[in-house]
C-alpha cells in the first residue's frame, strides 16, 4: 500500500530518499512542521506570504499587487507552493513597459492573472529538485520552464530562468509552505490563443503563413470546453473516491486501505501543440516564400498519396491538400512541453539506453499518420531511426527551449517548438521509420488525459478521473464505470510509471492511432496482473478477440507459461529465452519489456515481472487511413474490479514475423 510521501529539503542537499511500506519513491513536498529548514535569509520559520513581506527591501511592490488579489492569504496556508517573486526592479520595468503610472492602474483582471502566474500550486520546486524543463502548470494554467546558463561576468557562475527571461537572482528560499525565487523580471504570459502566438514571431513567418492558409490555424483556437458541467451537476463523480490497497481500484475506502479521493478536473480544456521550422531552417532548401513551401509540400505528399495527386492543389482548406498534409503533420492536439512529450524526467531514468531509445508515438493533426519520438543522448528527435549516436534515420530534431530564444512561444492554449530541419510525413518515415513496433503508453491515447495534468503527476498519490463523454476517442459505459490516471511512480510496475485504471462493471470502446502503412499487425495490451483485477472481453470493431482474459492471472500459471529467463549471454541462454517466449506467444503472451527498470533499478526489468504481461488479443489486416475501435467489457459482476491498462502495441508482421525474431525491447 502507498503511503503519504514527505520530504523536508536542505538547500544544496540533492533529493532526499523517502521510504514507502514497499518502496522508495521520489517527491518535491514541504509540510508544515518543526522539520522544515530554515530560509536562507531569514533566522526563523515562516510562510511564503511572511517571507515576502518580510523583504520589502526586495519584493515589496509585489506583496503590494498580491495583496489586492486572495493568493496573499493563500500563502499564508498550509500547503506546497513554489512563488516566483519579481522584485521591485522588475514591477517597476513591467508597469512602464505596460503605460501604467502606478499599481493602482493595473486592472484588477490583469493582476489576478499577473499573480497566478508566478505561483505553481501543489508542488515546491527547488533548484537541486529540477534545474531544467518543465516544473507543470502555474495557477494560471500556463507552463513554467527552468533553464540553466553561464554567467561569462562572474566566473561562469549558474544562472537560473524561469520562461528563458525572468532569471532568479536568488533562489530556494525554503519556508514552511514551500519554496520562493525571487526574478528580475515579470513572467510572461499572454491571452492571445496559439495561432496568433505563432503568427507574433517573425522567425517562423513562413509556417505562419501556411497555417492560416490552410485554415488549421481555426483549429488551434479551441480553449474551455463550455459544455462541461458544472461542479454540483454530476454527484456521483464527487462522491467517488479510489482506494489503494494492493493496488485495488474501487468506489470507496471500505477495504482496508487509504482512500485516495479520484480528483475530477473542474474544467475541460483544449490545448495543442506545434512543431515548427524557422524561416532560417527552410532557407538551407530553397524556401524563401510560402510558394516555395507550397510547391515542396506538393512534391513530399504528392509521392506519400499518389491517388490524391493534382486533385486538390487549389483547396488549402482540404485535408487531402499537400499543404494542408504538411502544416497539419506538424500539430498536435494536447500540450506537451519538451520534457514532458517521452515521460518525465523522473522515469527516462528508468530506461536502459543500451537496448533502446526512450520513445514515445503520437497520432497527429493530419489524417492518418502519426510521429515517432525518441529521447538519444539527452536530445529529443522525430521520426529517428537508431540507437544513442549510431542512426539509420537521422530524424529531426526539437529545439529545447533556450535554443533560439525569440519569443514567448506559449498561449493559454498551447505551446510550440522550434526544429532543426524540416518534418514530413514522407516514404522514409512510412515505410523504414514507423516500420517497427508502434508501443503507445494508455496516457497518450486521448488528448484528455495529457490536457487535464493527468500524466507527469510524478509522486503523486492520487488518481485524476475523467467524466464518462468528455475523454476524446473514447466511450465508456457501464454500471459504476469510472475511467482514471494515476500519477507516475517509479516503484509502480508499469511501463512510464503510469496507467490508465478502468474499474466498475465497465464497456469501454477507444479509437487505436492509425496505422503507418496497410498490413498483418498483432495488437497487444500490456497491462499487470492483480487478484482484483477482474475479466475482460476485448473485441476489435465488435468482433471478440477470443475468450475473455483473465487478468488475475500470474504469469507462472500453465494457461500463460511464464519461466523466468537463463541468465547470460552464451548461445545456449539465448535459444533457452527464445523458446520460452515462444511457448509463451503460443498461449497468447508476452513478458514485459527488457528496456525499463522500475524504479530506475538496472537489476528489475519489466521483463523479469511476473505480474507484467502483454496479451495479445488478435492478429489481423489493418488498412492505412481507416479508423479501428477497440472495445474492454469487464465479465464480472463486481464493481471493485478494474482494468490497469498499461500500453498498447501495434506490431506489424515484419517486426514480429522477421527471421532473427522479434526483440525483448
Known amino acids: 500500500m502507498i503511503t503519504k510521501i514527505t520530504k523536508r529539503l536542505l538547500i544544496g542537499l540533492s533529493l532526499i530518499m523517502c521510504h514507502m511500506s514497499f518502496s522508495v519513491a521520489l517527491t518535491s513536498c514541504v509540510d508544515n512542521d518543526d522539520d522544515v529548514p530554515m530560509t536562507r535569509y531569514t533566522s526563523e520559520k515562516m510562510t511564503a506570504a511572511a517571507f515576502l513581506e518580510d523583504n520589502p527591501e526586495k519584493v515589496g511592490s509585489f506583496v503590494d499587487i498580491m495583496k489586492k488579489t486572495p493568493y496573499f492569504a493563500l500563502l499564508s496556508t498550509y500547503g506546497d507552493y513554489t512563488v516566483f517573486a519579481p522584485n521591485n526592479e522588475a514591477i517597476a520595468i513591467y508597469l512602464s513597459e505596460n503605460s501604467y503610472a502606478t499599481i493602482e492602474d493595473i486592472p484588477s483582471a490583469v493582476i489576478d492573472t499577473l499573480v497566478r502566474t508566478h505561483i505553481i500550486k501543489d508542488n515546491a520546486f527547488f533548484t537541486t529538485d529540477k534545474s ?12 513554467i520552464e527552468v533553464s540553466v546558463s553561464n554567467d561569462a561576468s562572474n566566473n561562469n557562475a549558474i544562472v537560473h530562468y524561469a520562461n528563458t527571461v525572468a532569471r532568479m537572482v536568488e533562489f530556494d528560499d525554503s519556508v514552511t509552505n514551500g519554496v520562493v525565487h525571487i526574478v528580475n523580471r515579470i513572467i510572461p504570459r499572454t491571452s492571445d490563443k496559439l495561432p496568433d502566438v505563432i503568427a507574433a514571431d517573425s522567425l517562423i513567418s513562413i509556417f505562419s503563413q501556411a497555417l492560416f492558409l490552410t485554415g488549421m490555424a481555426d483549429s488551434l483556437m479551441a480553449f474551455e470546453d463550455e459544455t462541461y458541467p458544472e461542479w454540483g451537476a454530476d454527484k456521483v463523480s464527487q462522491d467517488s473516491v479510489y482506494s489503494w490497497n494492493n493496488r485495488i481500484v474501487c468506489k470507496s475506502g471500505s477495504d482496508g486501505g487509504v482512500a485516495v479521493p479520484a480528483q475530477w478536473p473542474e474544467k475541460r480544456y483544449f490545448k495543442f501543440t506545434a512543431f515548427i521550422e524557422p524561416d532560417a531552417v527552410y532557407n538551407e532548401h530553397d524556401i524563401y516564400d510560402l510558394n516555395d513551401l507550397i510547391a515542396y509540400a506538393k512534391k513530399v505528399y504528392d509521392a506519400v498519396y499518389p491517388q490524391d495527386a493534382g486533385k486538390y492543389d487549389n483547396d488549402f482548406k482540404s485535408r487531402k491538400n499537400p499543404l494542408n498534409r504538411f502544416v497539419s503533420y506538424h500539430l498536435l492536439d494536447r500540450i506537451l512541453p519538451y520534457d514532458e512529450i517521452i515521460g518525465s524526467s523522473e522515469t527516462l531514468r528508468c530506461w536502459d539506453t543500451s537496448k533502446a531509445d526512450p520513445e514515445e508515438f503520437y497520432e497527429t493533426m493530419c489524417p492518418g499518420t502519426i510521429m515517432r519520438f525518441c529521447y538519444p543522448n539527452e536530445q529529443l528527435y522525430i521520426n529517428r531511426k537508431g540507437l544513442g549516436n ?44 514507423l516500420n517497427c513496433r508502434l508501443r503507445f503508453d494508455s496516457s497518450v491515447l486521448s488528448p484528455d488525459f495529457q490536457n487535464s495534468g493527468a500524466r507527469g503527476r510524478f509522486g503523486k498519490e492520487q488518481v485524476i478521473a475523467f467524466r464518462l463523454g468528455y475523454i476524446k476517442n473514447w466511450k465508456v459505459m457501464g454500471e459504476q464505470a469510472v475511467v482514471g490516471m494515476h500519477g507516475d511512480d517509479i516503484w509502480w510496475s508499469h511501463y512510464k510509471s503510469n496507467g490508465v485504471t478502468v474499474s466498475g462493471i465497465f464497456d469501454a470502446t477507444f479509437k487505436l492511432p492509425p496505422v503507418p502503412k496497410s498490413g498483418t499487425y498483432e495488437i497487444r495490451v500490456g497491462y499487470t496482473v492483480g487478484v482484483e483485477r477482474g475479466v475482460v472481453q476485448f473485441y476489435l470493431d465488435g468482433v471478440p478477440c477470443g475468450i475473455p482474459a483473465d487478468l488475475r492471472i500470474y504469469g507462472s500459471d500453465p494457461t500463460i507459461g511464464w519461466v523466468a529467463d537463463v541468465s547470460g549471454e552464451t548461445t545456449e541462454a539465448i535459444n533457452a529465452n527464445k523458446a520460452i517466449d515462444k511457448a509463451m506467444r503460443n498461449h497468447g503472451y508476452m513478458k514485459g519489456m527488457d528496456c525499463y527498470w522500475q524504479g530506475g533499478d538496472k537489476t528489475n526489468v519489466l521483463r523479469s515481472h511476473i505480474h507484467n504481461l502483454r496479451y495479445i488479443m488478435t492478429t489481423t489486416q489493418l488498412e492505412e487511413g481507416q479508423d479501428y475501435y477497440l472495445r474492454a467489457r469487464q465479465v464480472l459482476k463486481d464493481p471493485s474490479c478494474y482494468w490497469s491498462f498499461d500500453y498498447l502495441e501495434l506490431c506489424p508482421k515484419s517486426v514480429y514475423g522477421s527471421p532473427e525474431g522479434e526483440d525483448q525491447h
Open 390 to 433: 549510431r542512426y539509420q534515420v537521422k530524424g529531426v530534431r526539437v529545439l529545447q527551449g533556450k535554443e533560439l530564444v525569440s519569443t514567448l512561444k506559449q498561449a493559454p492554449n498551447g505551446m510550440y517548438h522550434y526544429l532543426d530541419d524540416i518534418l514530413e510525413f514522407n516514404e522514409t518515415v512510412r515505410d523504414e521509420v
Open 132 to 143: 531544467e524543463g518543465s516544473l507543470g502548470q502555474n495557477m494560471a494554467e500556463t507552463y
